[in-house]
């Protein structure tokens, strides 16, 4: 958690944008049932975090612009025989003293509280259609006080609009602690990597380098990764969402490693391909290399007078003329881009925000075109080149061979700054980083 005040200054930010008789309502995220009764550990949504802190499940944030109580927050309640079981809660009135609300009451009493602290709304921030549980409930509430308002002359919301218009816009522009937070959850994430590529040697499984990665998260004070590391030895690369991560990794083959430690909710998304025997054999540096250059050079363009797209196009670009190089395909370059042929090996985007969710939140458009980069933006940039072992077109040196590297920026008004910098990148390092 941040300090008190980041999260005042956060509510204050968001109240800003609303207008008189309008409110705002999250929602926390659920429990979600691993199998039988047992659990997934639980993460609140990042849009209750972001504006409150609170970590608990069963639970609701209502904004009201305007109100003397602007902040009210629907909490499970102090419960010493649950908390036996189930942990300490804060309740109401650690809601009220250390979290800043102006009111608490339980989270059961939603349904019969909201819609009386919402006559006088026109406009609500929800996000209708989510959760049908919690869609029943909101408008249950409002069915409740239907002719209460209506005998006071008052009215109740008549149109939802998405919290995410002004919560994600918000989220999308990083604060000095914030930036701190994913510099520091890129430098853990740069040892977790190392201490896999120092581990590798024939024989070893792909789930033990997943465990020395999530250890090392853990290690250092991070809550584990950020999205499920994924783990593949050989052809296993060329799997983009491969997480099984169960097959023994080989001498000669290349690792890929994706994975980003989460730190106080904020998470790295790092990619490195490294080789198990400590050398890359000459196809492997030969394809190790373009998707180097391509990704040097979309780091580059991570900056003000630059789009989100520019990005992608530049490793379009060096990508497909590499390709050309190097026989994997065969034509014009231009009409290779043109009739996107390139996405035979590379075939997925370059970038994506990235913050308190792996896949940040905020609009990638911006006056019907490709959103122009601004400073506090964080992106990832991570190109690859994956050549499936079955692909009898490909040029018999390649086969087998998948890269990603992957690097998270972020824009400022000068140099492009490269949060995950402390990780092994060039074939020198990674080579070193190998030896341990
Ligand atoms: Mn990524």
């Not at 990235?354 to 601004?374: I, K, T």
């Not at 140099?415 to 190998?434: H, N, R």
């Amino acid at each position: 958690m941040l300090s008190a005040d980041v999260y005042a200054a956060r509510r204050q930010a968001v109240l800003d944008k609303m207008q008189d008789g309008q409110a705002m309502l999250l929602l926390g995220a659920h429990h979600h049932l691993r199998n039988g009764d047992a659990e997934y550990r639980y993460r609140q949504s990042s849009d209750v975090l972001y504006v409150t802190g609170w970590e608990d499940p069963e639970c609701a944030v209502l904004l009201r612009k305007g109100h003397k109580k602007p902040f009210t927050l629907f909490v499970q309640p102090k419960d010493p025989e649950r908390e036996v079981w189930t942990g300490r809660r804060a309740g109401e009135p650690g809601a009220i003293a250390d979290f800043g609300a102006d009111q608490a009451f339980p989270f059961a009493q939603l349904k019969l509280q909201l819609g009386e602290l919402l006559i006088g709304t026109r406009e609500l921030f929800y996000a209708a259609g989510l959760d049908a549980g919690y869609d029943t409930k909101v408008l249950g509430s409002f069915a409740k006080v239907r002719r209460k308002a209506r005998d006071q002359g008052q009215v109740l919301p008549d149109a939802f609009i998405s919290p995410g218009r002004i919560l994600h816009e918000l989220r999308l522009f990083k604060s000095s602690a914030e930036i701190a937070l994913l510099r520091r959850a890129g430098d853990i994430t740069a040892q977790a990597h190392h201490s896999a590529m120092a581990m590798a040697q024939d024989g070893v499984f792909e789930y033990e380098l997943e465990a020395v990665v999530d250890y090392t998260f853990r290690r250092h004070g991070g809550s584990g990764p950020g999205y499920t590391t994924i783990v593949g030895a050989g052809d296993n690369a060329n799997i983009l969402h491969y997480i099984v991560n169960n097959a023994p990794i080989r001498d000669g083959d290349l690792v890929l490693i994706d994975a980003g430690c989460e730190l106080n909710n904020y998470t790295a998304d790092v990619t490195r391909t490294f080789p198990v025997s400590g050398r890359f054999t000459a196809p492997q540096k030969e394809l190790y290399g373009l998707v180097l250059d391509a990704q040097l050079q979309c780091i580059a363009a991570c900056s003000v007078g630059h789009t989100f797209a520019d990005v992608h196009d530049t490793a379009v670009r060096v990508l497909t003329q590499g390709m050309v190089a190097l026989e994997l395909l065969k034509g014009d370059v231009d009409e290779l881009i043109e009739t996107k042929a390139y996405k035979k090996y590379y075939m997925h985007g370059t970038s994506h925000w990235l913050g308190m969710d792996v896949h940040d939140v905020g609009s990638y458009v911006a006056s019907g075109g490709s959103r122009p980069l601004e400073p506090g933006m964080v992106l990832t940039v991570e190109p690859g080149l994956y050549v499936p072992a079955a692909d009898s077109d490909a040029p018999e040196r390649f086969r087998g061979i998948g890269i990603r590297i992957e690097d998270d920026i972020l824009v400022t008004l000068g140099e492009p700054d490269v949060l995950t910098a402390a990780c092994a990148k060039s074939i020198e390092q990674v080579e070193a980083a190998c030896q341990g």
